[in-house]
């Protein structure tokens, strides 16, 4: 069965700090993993997505995570944050050919200045 | 780009009312789902689609529930009765053949019962 656990309710980050965005999963088969944002009131945006490719993912406005099968992680970064990169941050998985996909909690990043 | 569109962004209902949640995916895409999410609660997969019929549902998807693609373009979740619980952000999603380009949400309708 699959389950996520994002391991952060909420992160907080000085502007151009590192961000460490906490991801781990379950999952019977090879899953596909994504990572969503969420700003306020929007919808759901891709950031990246691993699909059983490349191990080092890279995604939009300078996020990449790594899968690690060996520690069932896909922990979401980025060098410097940005003020912009304030919002909701899920991680996804999803298996079976993608007719089900579960979401984590969720992590809500707060950027200061 | 192409765009998952979905219909009201908001909408409030009485509580025993039926509810049509309308969504107009991709147009080449073709796997669709619902999810919702409560206030201040995590993104919750309701149900996909594919072929015309459901693939997969949750617990969450009771007999309450239904989904209909009724003219090739638009995906619709009904909510025969709702409740005050139902009220959530719905959001639709589609994707194409492959898993590997991923989901394109909409900008999902908050449904308000009342």
């Known amino acids: 069965a699959q389950s996520v656990t994002q391991l952060d309710s909420h992160v907080s980050v000085s502007e151009g700090t590192p961000v460490l965005l906490r991801c781990n999963y379950s999952s019977s088969y090879s899953p596909s993993l994504f990572w969503y944002v969420q700003h306020p009131n929007k919808g759901l945006q891709l950031l990246l997505k691993?699909?059983?490719?490349?191990?080092l993912v890279k995604g939009i406005n300078g996020f990449e995570a790594e899968f690690k099968k060996s520690e069932t992680s896909f922990h979401l970064t980025k060098p410097s944050a940005h003020m912009s990169d304030a919002a909701e941050y899920f991680c996804?998985?999803?298996?079976?050919?993608?007719?089900?996909?579960?979401f984590g909690a969720g992590t809500r990043l707060f950027v200061k200045a | 780009e192409p765009e998952v569109t979905q219909t009201p962004s908001h909408q409030v209902t009485q509580m025993g009312q039926e509810v049509i949640l309308r969504c107009v995916p991709i147009s080449n895409h073709l796997y669709f789902y619902w999810y919702r999410q409560i206030l201040g609660q995590k993104v919750e997969f309701l149900v996909s689609f594919y072929n015309n019929e459901i693939s997969e549902k949750s617990e969450i998807f009771d007999d309450q529930f239904s989904v209909e693609r009724p003219d090739g373009s638009n995906f619709t979740l009904k909510i025969r009765s709702t409740k005050l619980e139902d009220s959530a952000m719905y959001f639709c999603?589609?994707?194409?053949?492959?898993?590997?380009?991923?989901?394109?949400f909409g900008s999902g309708t908050r449904l308000t019962v009342v």
């Open positions: 996804v998985v999803s298996e079976g050919g993608g007719f089900k996909t579960i």
């Open positions: 691993y699909t059983s490719a490349a191990t």
């Open positions: 999603a589609s994707r194409g053949d492959h898993e590997e380009y991923g989901y394109t």
